[in-house]
C-alpha cells in the first residue's frame, strides 16, 4: 500500500516552456502533498508544501511564480516549471502524506522522481 | 530549524562487512525516519523510529533511536552489493505540520 507515481519519469524540454509534473497518490487520499528538488549526490531540498483545496507553502527562496503548484484533488498534485532554464534541470520528487495524519505521525510516501532537463 | 548531521558522507566497503550510519541532531525529535534511495529513484522508507532507546530490526539493518531522542545510528550486518545507495535520515520539523528535515545522506557502495 501507500504508493505515488510521478509523470513522467523524465522529459527533456527547451529552453523558455514550460513542464507539467504529475504526482499521484495511487491507493490512499493526501490532504498534503511535498515537492522536493534534488541534485547530484546531495539530499532532497523541500520546495514546496501542496494542501488539497489551498495555496501552496512556498520554502524561502523558491520562486512561486516559476514553480506552478496545483492541488486539485485528494490524489493529485501536480508542479508546473515556467520558462524553464538550463539551470532549472534536477531531479524533482514528489511525497505525500495518508489524510488523517499529520505532524510526526504523518508518514511521507515518495514518488520515484522526474528528472528535467532542460536544453 | 532543526538540523540533522549524517556520518561518514560516503561509505566503501567490502561485500560481507558491517557498517554503521550515524544521524545526530543537538534538537529533539518526536521520531526519525530512515530512507534509501537508489540512482534515479525516490527515497523508499525503511523504518520510523519513535520510542528513546528503541531498537528496531529489518533482516540484516538494525535501527536504533538514542535515549533523548537527539540521535539514531543504523547498522547493515554483512553488507551485500544490494546496499548500495544513498541513505537518509529525515525527522519531523517542530511546528511544521509534516515537514521533515533530511540529513544530507551517506552514500554507501558494497563491492563483491
Not at chain 1, 510521478?6 to 491507493?27: A, M, Y
Not at chain 1, 493526501?30 to 483545496?53: C, D, H, I, V
Not at chain 2, 549524517?6 to 561485500?15: A, C, D, H, T, Y
Request: aromatic share 10%; charged share 15%; glycine share 10%.
Amino acid at each position: 500500500g501507500a504508493v505515488v507515481s510521478q509523470h513522467p519519469s523524465r522529459v527533456i524540454c527547451k529552453s523558455g516552456t514550460s513542464v507539467k509534473i504529475e504526482c499521484r497518490s495511487l491507493d490512499f487520499q493526501a490532504t498534503t502533498m511535498f515537492w522536493y528538488r534534488q541534485f547530484p549526490k546531495q539530499s532532497l531540498m523541500l520546495m514546496a508544501t501542496s494542501n488539497e483545496g489551498s495555496k501552496a507553502t512556498y520554502e524561502q527562496g523558491v520562486e512561486k511564480d516559476k514553480f506552478l503548484i496545483n492541488h486539485a484533488s485528494l490524489t493529485l498534485s501536480t508542479l508546473t516549471v515556467t520558462s524553464a532554464h538550463p539551470e532549472d534541470s534536477s531531479f524533482y520528487i514528489c511525497s505525500a502524506q495518508i489524510t488523517g495524519t499529520r505532524g510526526s505521525s504523518g508518514t511521507q510516501y515518495f514518488g520515484p522522481g522526474t528528472r528535467l532537463t532542460v536544453l | 530549524t532543526q538540523l540533522l548531521e549524517q556520518s561518514p558522507q560516503f561509505l566503501s566497503i567490502q561485500e560481507g562487512e558491517n557498517l554503521t550510519v550515524y544521524c545526530n541532531s543537538s534538537s529533539v525529535f518526536s521520531s526519525l525516519q530512515w530512507y534509501r534511495q537508489e540512482p534515479g529513484e525516490g527515497p523508499v522508507l525503511l523504518v520510523t523510529v519513535v520510542t528513546g532507546g528503541e531498537v528496531k530490526k529489518l533482516k540484516r539493518l538494525t535501527f536504533q533511536f538514542g535515549d533523548a531522542r537527539k540521535d539514531s545510528s543504523l547498522h547493515i550486518t554483512a553488507a551485500q552489493p544490494g546496499d548500495t545507495g544513498l541513505y537518509l535520515c529525515a525527522g519531523p520539523q517542530t511546528d511544521s505540520w509534516g515537514k521533515l528535515q533530511f540529513g544530507a545522506g551517506t552514500q554507501v557502495v558494497v563491492t563483491p
